[in-house]
């Protein structure tokens, strides 16, 4: 199904009253959102989401009395079909977090139409596979095989080819190649879904390594791995070490090791 053709059902928490009303208002203000719920606090809009037909996204604030936002999230993505997670936050620092229980788009507040809009276009594309009873269309692979960065009035392109990690930092990324790093304003979930098929994997909540650019794996004071790269260190949680331990020997396998290392 075309995205432009899906209209979506979405829930608005916030323990804010007047934060909700704004939300909630905004929402029902997007053409393409057919049906606005609205929850005072996560207690409620589990209630919500237990008793009424799928929602197609849960816009979601973080700082909450009692169970907090992460926590309903982290709860969501147990559910079989779970809706998309957009958190809706005053505070930057919560966004590796945030992107860590799969959140698929992070919004400061105040947030604009413009911002708001861009989020459900989001939500949209997931959402259209689903409605059309197909399976998801997978992403174009050179979508971003080159990623626009704005400095002082001017924009430069940052080829993939050149990047060896990428360093969520808030509602940003930290685009590093080997002499330089960048700033990018595009979540890191984003990023990953669509270079994850080109070589590269999340091997931390807050980083995405090409594989071809790691030149050996070291042991951190504390006992932790760490994926060397000519552009620097990348810690590797333990949840991916395995992973990434296989993608190198496959890579290894077949010579494509230290590709980026131009």
Same mark, same amino acid.
């Given at each position: 199904?075309?995205?432009?053709?899906?209209?979506?059902?979405?829930?608005?928490?916030?323990?804010?009253?007047?934060?909700?009303?704004?939300?909630?208002?905004?929402?029902?203000?997007?053409?393409?959102?057919?049906?606005?719920?609205?929850?005072?606090?996560?207690?409620?809009?589990?209630?919500?989401?237990?008793?009424?037909?799928?929602?197609?996204?849960?816009?979601?604030?973080?700082?909450?009395?009692?169970?907090?936002?992460?926590?309903?999230?982290?709860?969501?993505?147990?559910?079989?079909?779970?809706?998309?997670?957009?958190?809706?936050? #005053?505070?930057?620092?919560?966004?590796?977090?945030?992107?860590g229980v799969g959140a698929l788009d992070y919004l400061l507040k105040p947030v604009s139409a413009e911002r708001l809009d861009a989020a459900l276009g989001?939500?949209?594309?997931?959402? #259209?596979? #689903?409605?059309?009873?197909?399976?998801?269309?997978?992403?174009?692979?050179?979508?971003?095989?080159?990623?626009?960065?704005?400095?002082?009035?001017?924009?430069?392109?940052?080829?993939?080819?050149?990047?060896?990690?990428?360093? #969520?930092?808030?509602?940003?990324?930290?685009?590093?190649?080997?002499?330089?790093?960048?700033?990018?304003?595009?979540?890191?979930?984003?990023?990953?879904?669509?270079?994850?098929?080109?070589?590269?994997?999340?091997?931390?909540?807050?980083?995405?390594?090409?594989?071809?650019?790691?030149?050996?794996?070291?042991?951190?004071?504390?006992?932790?791995?760490?994926?060397?790269?000519?552009?620097?260190?990348?810690?590797?949680?333990?949840?991916?070490?395995?992973?990434?331990?296989?993608?190198?020997?496959?890579a290894a396998t077949r010579g494509e090791l230290g590709g980026a290392a131009r």
């Open positions: 199904m075309n995205p432009a053709a899906v209209r979506l059902r979405v829930l608005a928490v916030d323990d804010v009253a007047p934060a909700l009303d704004e939300l909630c208002r905004l929402l029902a203000a997007a053409p393409c959102v057919r049906e606005v719920l609205r929850a005072g606090d996560a207690v409620s809009a589990l209630r919500i989401l237990q008793g009424t037909e799928r929602l197609d996204a849960v816009f979601l604030d973080i700082s909450m009395p009692g169970m907090d936002g992460l926590e309903l999230a982290s709860l969501l993505a147990r559910m079989t079909d779970p809706p998309e997670i957009v958190f809706v936050t #005053a505070f930057e620092e919560h966004a590796v977090s945030a992107y989001r939500v949209r594309r997931v959402a #259209a596979p #689903a409605a059309g009873g197909a399976e998801p269309e997978t992403p174009a692979l050179d979508e971003l095989a080159a990623v626009p960065v704005e400095l002082a009035g001017r924009t430069r392109w940052v080829r993939r080819d050149d990047v060896r990690f990428a360093e #969520a930092n808030g509602d940003y990324v930290r685009l590093h190649t080997r002499d330089d790093a960048h700033l990018v304003r595009i979540p890191i979930s984003r990023l990953e879904e669509h270079w994850g098929g080109v070589g590269y994997v999340r091997v931390h909540r807050g980083f995405l390594l090409a594989v071809r650019a790691v030149q050996e794996l070291r042991s951190d004071s504390g006992g932790g791995l760490l994926a060397h790269t000519d552009a620097g260190d990348v810690p590797v949680s333990r949840r991916h070490a395995r992973q990434l331990r296989d993608l190198l020997l496959e």
